[in-house]
């Protein structure tokens, strides 16, 4: 049986492919969720994108998601270094979360390797690219929780 997942990507990520191309890479949003929703085709799932630049709509989403989605994989953007809400409302659904990042925020200013909302989710991953995503749907396609 499948899974159904809900990714969220947060602020500037619409800006994928143009912005900081060096640090995120060539390719769009679009691109990204095309390959995020074949990963979960080919692995008989389903994914749903959703982006916002705007915090309450992100955590409108997380409350919806919970008992609709089996698992969340979340990009809060910038809202990773300081959004005790949506840290809230993760902690508050049943639904897990894993957190990713399409850079590797170890490596870069240092205010970004602090992530608040990581002790919210199931794990985190970083560096890897889209790549990421994918790994953090496979961590629940092969039974994590």
């Given amino acids: 049986m499948g899974k159904k997942f809900l990714i969220l990507n947060g602020p500037n990520l619409n800006l994928l492919g143009k912005r900081e191309p060096g640090v995120y890479g060539h390719e769009s949003y679009e691109s990204l969720c095309a ?3 074949a990963y979960a085709k080919e692995h008989n799932s389903t994914a749903t994108c959703f982006q916002s630049n705007h915090e309450g709509a992100l955590i409108d989403q997380i409350h919806a998601a919970d008992g609709v989605f089996d ?3 979340i990009n809060p953007g910038a809202y990773t270094h300081y959004s005790y809400a949506i840290f809230d409302a993760i ?4 639904t897990p979360a894993f957190e990713v990042h399409i850079s590797n925020i170890q490596a870069r200013e240092s205010f970004r390797s602090v ?4 002790p919210a989710c199931v794990g985190q991953i970083y560096g890897l690219g ?16």
């Fill in 35 to 37: 390959m995020i929703q």
């Fill in 71 to 73: 698992a969340i994989i």
């Fill in 91 to 94: 902690q508050a659904v049943d």
């Fill in 115 to 118: 992530s608040v909302t990581a």
């Fill in 130 to 145: 889209f790549e990421g995503y994918l790994r953090a749907m496979d961590f629940f396609l092969k039974g994590g929780q």
